[in-house]
């Protein structure tokens, strides 16, 4: 596939609907996903799918080789419509704008609370989104 290019292939809109103990679950949105969305039950998930989508699409291109001890199965996550975008718990939008040094940077919004932040890791982003989060009890209710 050749490289794509444009702003709109930066952007992932996550949409979390529950957050205990730890584990988020939601759905994510990006152009070259397929159905433009999918959902995700662990933070694992929704990273290799961001990762996945973005590897589909070339775009922003990473500079480092994947590596992994055994070959990957070949599997997609199960795909959701792009009508419902907004998370019971919370809205993100997030911009990458390079993937270096094996993660990413780039910046975070989170609508619900109308604040953006930059980032420079993928744990400085999970970091971001644990701050936003974690006024969540289990449950899923605020606190």
């Known amino acids: 596939m050749p490289k794509l ?10 949409c979390v609907d529950s957050y205990e103990s730890g584990a988020m679950k939601g759905r ?4 070259s996903m397929d159905g433009g969305g999918c959902g995700f039950k662990s933070l ?3 990273l290799v799918s961001v990762e996945e989508a973005f590897d589909a699409a070339n775009f922003p291109q990473s500079f480092t080789a994947k590596r992994s ?3 990957l199965p070949d599997s997609k996550p199960e795909a959701m419509p792009e009508a419902t975008q907004t998370g019971a718990l919370g809205t993100f939008v997030i911009r990458i704008m390079f993937r270096q040094h094996a993660s990413w940077q780039g910046s975070v919004t989170w ?9 420079r890791s993928v744990l400085e982003l999970i970091l971001l989104l644990d701050s936003a989060l974690g006024g969540c ?3 899923g209710e605020p606190s």
Not at 5 to 14: K, L
Not at 28 to 31: A, D, F, G, L, S
Not at 111 to 119: D, V, Y
């Open 137 to 139: 009890r289990e449950g």
């Open 111 to 119: 609508l619900e609370g109308k604040g953006e932040q930059t980032f």
């Open 28 to 31: 994510c949105y990006h152009p």
């Open 5 to 14: 290019s444009g702003e709109s292939f930066r952007y992932i809109r996550v």
């Open 44 to 46: 694992t998930q929704l």
């Open 69 to 71: 001890f055994a070959p």
